[in-house]
């Protein structure tokens, strides 16, 4: 059952066989609704990049990239408004596994930290770009400003790691062979700040206790 669960999210697989739709689907779900902060958002658009203008994706990556940056900007906007909608519903909520009071106050923590910049930064750090929107709407951050630094934060993190893949794949053609070992590698890589983020956050609680 668990393999099957991690080859269903393998993004490598979601491209093959999903297709655009899932792909853009995914890509909106993992960076606005709070169920989907367990989904491959960086190693799925990097692997998107690798395979435009393939059978698996027939689109140029010009065109892919517009369309994934439509897809993250729209998804942390159902975000913000989800996090208006449900300013009192998270406080009382019993935990479970699409919902952890440590991911919000993670999500608080890197604000407070960055500011309106984090709108940008946590792009690139998974649960917490899924959190900050929804904490945005929850403290009813400026619209306006939101939606300025959403959309810079979207093209940076769109367009980087599409072309990374797209200019590694035409750089070195037999990387589309080792995708997986690619995948494995940007998971390590993008778990080691959102590790040393939650290490620090325990810590500060544990302190704050004592």
Known sequence: MVILFVEFFN??????????????????AETGLFFGFFLPGDSLIFVAGLLSNSKYID??????????????????????????????????????????????????DFYKRYGM?????GRFLP?????????????????????FYNL????????SLAMAGHWLGNMFPALINNVESIIVVLIIVTAIPVIISYRKHHDQSWKNET
Request: proline residues 4%.
């Open 11 to 28: 993004p490598q697989n979601i491209i093959q066989y999903g297709g655009l739709a899932l792909l853009l689907f995914i890509v909106f």
């Open 59 to 108: 689109q140029p990556i010009g065109l892919l990239i517009v369309m994934l940056i439509i897809a993250a900007f729209t998804g942390t906007c159902v975000g913000y408004f989800f996090g208006v909608w449900a300013k009192k519903y998270f406080r009382p909520k019993k935990e479970n596994f699409f919902f952890k009071q440590k991911y919000l106050d993670m999500a608080q």
């Open 117 to 121: 910049m984090a709108f940008i930064v």
């Open 127 to 147: 649960i917490v770009r899924t959190f900050v929107p929804i904490l945005a709407g929850i403290v009813k951050i400026d619209f306006k400003k939101f939606l």
């Open 152 to 159: 810079l934060g979207a093209i940076a993190w769109i367009a």
